[in-house]
């Protein structure tokens, strides 16, 4: 396995000058960036020359993390917005093939966060959401990119809440490069075993992403059991990435869009969440590869 970090950790707004984190990142010990698919499309070109060289010198690789907007839902039953989405993706799945990103997840089979101010259609969105997966697991297919699905809690999506319904989904899909992605954030919430939810999802699990109940690093918390998260990840043989998705800091979009209404720490500081990060990505490595 390789471990690593989404770039928000640090930032209150989505998008960054990703260069200082790869930096950052290969400081702390970790062996991977995550970025986000906002913005790429916009990025220079020379930009994304200077970022590929970058980590390619210090040897960390990129993974990448989306939430589709609206405007971008494939499971729409607005055709202009499902033709948008599909225009996003034309767009981005080339970045991401220069970047030599190899997966990208997140809700990619819907919007994020969930509009509950209407009455969710899970079963019509269901099945508009898996025949365009297939569509875009095609276009996505030819920048040899792996299409992540992540299983959300019940406040932030409706159509894929567990293991077993990612797998469900995926298995309809029926695409090799659609696998499915599980975070033990969301999975404190609806998942009733987590090495049961790890098992479930077996050979399909393509990405995961770890934090504590509350979004702290892990480590920090009291709840998650990590031991037994190791011992099902080895149990699967899983060697794909292990990214930590916390959020701690109050502010901007970012906290506005993970809910994150104060600190959660009484020191955010810069040297602070660097330091604790070190700390946690050690923690990580020692835990899930024991024997």
């Known amino acids: 396995m390789k ?37 790429l499309k916009d990025m220079p070109k020379e930009e994304i020359e200077k970022l590929k060289a970058y980590k390619d010198e210090l040897g960390i690789e990129l993974t990448a993390g989306y939430g589709p907007k609206p405007t971008e839902d494939i499971s729409s039953s607005d055709p202009e917005i499902v033709k948008n989405a599909f225009q996003f993706w034309k767009e981005t799945f080339p970045i991401l093939k220069e970047l030599d990103v190899h997966i990208v997840g997140g809700g990619l089979y819907s919007s994020w966060p969930a509009d509950y101010s209407k009455v969710p259609d899970k079963e019509g969105d269901l099945d508009r959401s898996i025949r365009n997966m297939k569509e875009l697991a095609k276009m ?37 490069n659609v696998k499915v992605m599980l975070d033990t954030y969301h999975m404190n919430m609806e998942e009733d075993d987590f090495a049961e939810a790890i098992l479930t999802a077996g050979k399909k699990l393509g990405h995961f992403h770890v934090g504590e109940n509350n979004r702290k690093l892990p480590g920090q918390g009291h709840i998650i059991p990590w031991n037994q998260i190791g011992d099902a990840l080895r149990k699967i043989e899983y060697q794909g990435a292990v990214v930590m998705e916390p959020f701690v800091i109050c502010g901007g979009q970012v906290g506005k869009d993970i809910r994150i209404w104060r600190d959660l720490k009484d020191d955010c500081s810069e040297a602070i969440l660097d330091q604790e990060a070190a700390q946690s990505v050690q923690y990580l490595r020692k835990t899930f590869e024991q024997q």
């Open 140 to 176: 996505a297919q030819e920048y040899e990119l792996i299409l992540g699905m992540e299983v959300l809690n019940r406040h932030e999506g409706y159509l894929i809440n567990t293991a077993k319904e990612g797998v469900t989904y995926v298995d309809a899909v029926g695409a090799e």
């Open 3 to 39: 471990y690593g970090i989404y770039y928000a950790y640090w930032e209150k707004q989505w998008g960054a000058d990703y260069l200082k984190y790869v930096k950052k990142v290969k400081d702390q010990g970790f062996d991977i960036l995550e970025i986000s698919c906002a913005g």
